[in-house]
C-alpha cells in the first residue's frame, strides 16, 4: 500500500497563512528540500496577490538560496505564467504561492518540474522525506535572487500569440478575480484587437485582501451581473492564480468547463485528429454522451488537474480538463491555464461558426447535485464499509445516473455527488445521503 502524503494535498500545500502548514518556518523547509529533491539551481517563483504572499516568498527563497539555488521571482503572475518562465528560461523547476480559489485568509505553496509541469504524488512525498533533513549547504555556497517582473508581460504576450486576429469579438469582459490575472490580463487585451474593441477588464484591482472576494469563478454572479448590466456578448472569468475559467454567456448563463471541453474537443480534432479527451470523475455525463456523438473517446480520471494530465500522457490524448475550469491542450500548454483557454475557446467557436448563446441549451447537462459536508476529524470516510455500503445503496435506485463520494483534497470537507436524468430524483438521493453520511463526519 502506497504512503500517504502528510503536507501536500490536490494541489500542494495549503493552510492558513501563518499557521499549521503555511508558516514561514515550513515555507523555508520546503524550499530547502524542493532543492534537495530537484538537484537544479535555477528556480523560478511566482505568487498571486494575496498579503502572505510575501512573508512566505521570502521564507521560501530563503531556503532555496541556501541550499544554492538561484531564484528568479517573476512577482504576480498566474500559475501557468510560472510555468511558462520555467520552459523560456530553461529553469530547474518552479514554485508557485498562492491558494487558487480559496479566500485571502489562505495561502499555498505548489511545485513544478523542468517541464513546467506539477510534480507526481510520489515525486511530493519525496519532498516530505527531505522536510527535516539538518544537513545543509556550505555559507560558501548560497545562491541568489533575481527580479523579473518583464517574465508577465513575456507570458502574456506569449498568450496573446495564440489568438486568431479574426476571433476577437465584440463587447467581452474579462472578470481578473482580484488575483494573479490582474496584471497579465490588460497585457493580453492591449496587444490583441480586444484594444480596438469594447472589452471591460473587472475587478483588477487588489488590496492584498480582496482576492476571490465577491468576483472570480467563485462568484459568477459578479460578471454575469456586468454581462447582463452592460449588455455583452461574453465574459470570462479567472481564479486567484488563473489556472481556471469560466464563461458567461450574453444571457448571463454560465459555459463551465464541461462546455468548454466539448467545444474544444471538436475543434482540436478538426484541427489535428486527437480523438480523446480526458475529464474528471465530476464531469457531467452529458459530455461523454455529446464526445461520443463527435467520435471523441472520454476518459475519466481522479479529481485534480495533475492527475489530468498524467492520464491525458498515459492515453495519448491531446485535451483534458475539470468542470471547474481547469483545462489542458498539450498543443499549447501544460498545465491548467485560465487565459490560455479562453484564447482557445475564441479560436475554436470562430472556426467551428458556433453560436455561444446557444451552447448551454445544445449541452442538455444531466441535473447534478454537489452537497459539501465540514469534517470535524480528518478520516478518509471513502474506505468506510459502512460508507460504501450506504452509497452502493442509493446507487442501485438511480437508473442511468451515478453517485460519487470522496473528501476534498484542499479543504476539510466531505463531498457528495449526484447525478440523473431526473432532476427529482437527484434532490430527494443526495438529501437522503447528505442525513445519513453526516454523522460520519
Not at 270 to 275: P, T
Request: glycine content about 10%.
Amino acid at each position: 500500500m502506497a504512503r500517504e502524503r502528510k503536507y501536500f494535498g490536490t494541489d500542494g500545500v495549503r493552510d492558513l497563512a501563518n499557521s499549521g502548514n503555511m508558516t514561514p518556518e515550513l515555507a523555508l523547509k520546503l524550499g530547502r528540500a524542493f532543492i534537495k529533491f530537484n538537484h537544479g539551481k535555477k528556480i523560478v517563483i511566482g505568487l498571486d496577490t494575496r498579503l502572505s504572499g510575501g512573508m512566505l516568498e521570502g521564507a521560501l527563497s530563503a531556503g532555496m538560496t541556501s541550499e544554492g539555488a538561484e531564484v528568479f521571482s517573476a512577482g504576480i503572475i498566474p500559475t501557468p505564467g510560472v510555468s511558462f518562465a520555467v520552459k523560456k528560461l530553461k529553469a530547474d523547476g518552479g514554485a508557485v504561492i498562492s491558494a487558487s480559489h480559496n479566500p485571502a485568509e489562505y495561502n499555498g505553496i505548489k511545485f513544478l518540474g523542468a517541464d513546467g509541469c506539477k510534480l507526481s504524488d510520489d515525486e511530493e512525498l519525496a519532498i516530505e522525506d527531505l522536510l527535516f533533513e539538518e544537513n545543509h549547504n556550505t555559507s560558501s555556497n548560497v545562491g541568489k535572487i533575481h527580479y523579473c517582473p518583464d517574465l508577465v508581460k513575456d507570458y502574456a504576450g506569449h498568450i496573446a500569440s495564440y489568438l486568431n486576429e479574426d476571433s476577437a469579438i465584440d463587447n467581452v469582459v474579462f472578470d481578473c478575480a482580484s488575483g494573479a490575472s490582474a496584471k497579465s490580463v490588460p497585457v493580453l487585451v492591449a496587444a490583441t484587437k480586444f484594444s480596438k474593441l469594447n472589452t471591460a477588464v473587472i475587478s483588477n484591482d487588489f488590496d492584498g485582501l480582496n482576492i476571490n472576494k465577491d468576483c472570480g469563478v467563485m462568484h459568477m454572479e459578479n460578471l454575469t451581473g456586468y454581462v447582463a448590466k452592460n449588455k455583452m456578448a461574453l465574459g470570462f472569468a479567472f481564479d486567484g492564480d488563473a489556472d481556471r475559467v469560466l464563461i458567461s454567456d450574453s444571457l448571463g448563463r454560465i459555459i463551465d468547463g464541461d462546455i468548454i471541453l466539448w467545444v474544444l474537443g471538436r475543434w482540436l480534432k478538426k484541427r489535428s485528429g486527437n480523438d480523446k479527451v480526458v475529464v474528471t470523475v465530476m464531469s457531467n455525463m452529458a459530455l461523454e454522451t455529446h464526445l461520443k456523438k463527435n467520435g471523441i473517446k472520454t476518459l475519466r480520471c481522479p479529481v485534480g488537474d495533475r492527475y489530468v494530465l498524467e492520464t491525458m500522457r498515459e492515453s495519448g490524448a491531446g485535451l483534458g480538463g475539470e468542470q471547474s475550469g481547469h483545462i489542458i491542450a498539450s498543443e499549447f500548454t501544460g498545465t491548467g491555464d485560465g487565459l490560455c483557454t479562453a484564447v482557445l475557446f475564441l479560436n475554436a467557436v470562430k472556426d467551428l461558426n458556433e453560436d455561444i448563446s446557444t451552447l448551454v441549451d445544445r449541452f442538455g447537462r444531466y441535473p447534478q447535485k454537489l452537497t459539501n459536508l465540514t469534517l470535524k476529524k480528518s478520516r478518509d470516510l471513502v474506505d468506510m464499509d459502512a460508507v460504501k455500503s450506504i452509497v452502493n445503496e442509493y446507487e442501485a435506485k438511480i437508473q442511468d445516473g451515478r453517485i460519487f463520494v470522496r473528501t476534498s483534497g484542499t479543504e476539510p470537507l466531505l463531498r457528495i455527488l449526484v447525478e440523473a436524468p431526473e432532476k427529482d430524483k437527484v434532490e430527494e438521493i443526495s438529501n437522503i445521503l447528505s442525513e445519513k453520511l453526516e454523522k460520519f463526519c
